[in-house]
T-cell receptor, first 112, second 117 residues
């Protein structure tokens, strides 16, 4: 079935460092792709999404581009802040079912 | 309400005990999902409702798990005869769209952390 694979964490960065969290997908057709974020003690929140190939989703300084040729949707941010410390999940809707398939999550810690 | 509300936030159950987890979705949301999130893992799909109809329960791990949404709003996930492997965070999400192929954002609750001892 459809699935996503994201880089394992944890990732620890200093404030203002560049962030990349890799995500690749296996899917039937061309589904929308999502990044969710889970801040400590909170539920998952949609961070950004892209609905078709070559689309770039962006929010709060984060970006991800839907790359059909490499089946990737890597998350990037040019300058991370301490407040970005959270767990990040790549996700896509399963073609055959009514569920969202999530990656295992990547924990990011940003130190001042 | 303003968001998806789940209760209780934390539940400790003795092995063999039955538990019931509640989800109040955002008013008017058609779709409701339950997920199980083990420590250090991403959420795993359990079941999906469109209004009061349970359209997909393929992710329920055993017949000890049962979910209902009788009036198309509040949903309850029940686990009978809990076992230690049931320990996880149970997440509820709701969405305006039908299923996930509408590609509409799903809003998640904070989850219920179940610990079976």
């Amino acid at each position: 079935g459809d699935s996503v694979t994201q880089m394992e964490g944890p990732v620890t960065l200093s404030e203002e460092a560049f962030l990349t969290i890799n995500c690749t997908y296996t899917a039937t057709g061309y589904p929308s792709l999502f990044w969710y974020v889970q801040y400590p003690g909170e539920g998952l929140q949609l961070l950004l999404k892209a609905t078709k190939a070559d689309d770039k989703g962006s929010n709060k300084g984060f970006e991800a581009t839907y790359r059909k040729e490499t089946t990737s949707f890597h998350l990037e941010k040019g300058s991370v802040q301490v407040s970005d410390s959270a767990v990040y999940f790549c996700a896509l809707p399963d073609y055959n079912n009514n569920d969202m398939r999530f990656g295992a999550g990547t924990r990011l810690t940003v130190k001042p | 309400g303003a968001g998806v509300s789940q209760s209780p936030r934390y539940k400790v159950a003795k092995r063999g005990q039955d538990v019931a987890l509640r989800c109040d979705p955002i008013s008017g949301h058609v779709s409701l999902f339950w997920y199980q999130q083990a420590l250090g893992q991403g959420p795993e799909f359990l079941t999906y409702f469109q209004n009061e109809a349970q359209l997909d329960k393929s992710g329920l791990p055993s017949d000890r798990f049962f979910a209902e949404r009788p009036e198309g709003s509040v949903s309850t996930l029940k686990i009978q005869r809990t076992q230690q492997e049931d320990s996880a965070v149970y997440l509820c999400a709701s969405s305006l769209a039908t299923g996930t192929r509408g590609n509409t954002e799903a809003f998640f609750g904070q989850g219920t952390r179940l610990t079976v001892v």
